[in-house]
């Protein structure tokens, strides 16, 4: 019998640990490929040193997941979203990934990640409620 608790927050260290394993060893024993992510991030600062725009993404198996793309309001319009974009792109290309994919909900930059390409693959409406989550994707030659 398993006893089962709810608690609020984070895995711990040893937590996701066995958790990390157990997937781990069960997708070994289905044939898929190891799997590995990796943290990435771009950084841009203004003269003062001040973090202005931010790109994360993680590398998982074959594409690139942009997890966060924020640029501050005063930055925005000037072009260094689609820097950090293209940045993000050209590190994919240079590691031969598949692909980039994201999420972005319907108020913030579907229209932007329309015009750098990328094609919408899936919507969850009502995420939250009144709005749409949106998955773009763009393959890479």
Do not use: N
């Not at 781990?24 to 799997?35: F, I, L, M, V």
């Not at 689609?82 to 990934?97: K, T």
């Not at 579907?110 to 969850?124: A, D, I, P, Q, S």
Request: no cysteine.
């Amino acid at each position: 019998m398993i006893d089962v608790k709810f608690a609020h927050g984070e895995l711990s260290v040893a937590e996701q640990a066995v958790v990390s394993e157990g997937f781990r060893a069960h997708s070994k024993g289905q044939g898929a490929p190891d799997y590995a992510k990796e943290r990435v991030k771009w950084l841009g600062a203004d003269e003062r040193g001040e973090i202005r725009a931010v790109l994360t993404a993680e590398i998982v198996w074959d594409w690139i997941y942009i997890d966060e793309l924020w640029v501050a309001s005063a930055s925005r319009g000037t072009g260094v979203g689609a820097q950090l974009m293209a940045l993000a792109e050209e590190y994919a290309v240079d590691r031969g990934v598949a692909g980039i994919w994201l999420w972005t909900q319907s108020w913030q930059a579907v229209g932007f990640y329309r015009r750098l390409g990328f094609e919408e693959f899936t919507r969850f409406d009502d995420f939250p409620r009144g709005h749409t989550r949106v998955g773009f994707r763009k393959r890479l030659a």
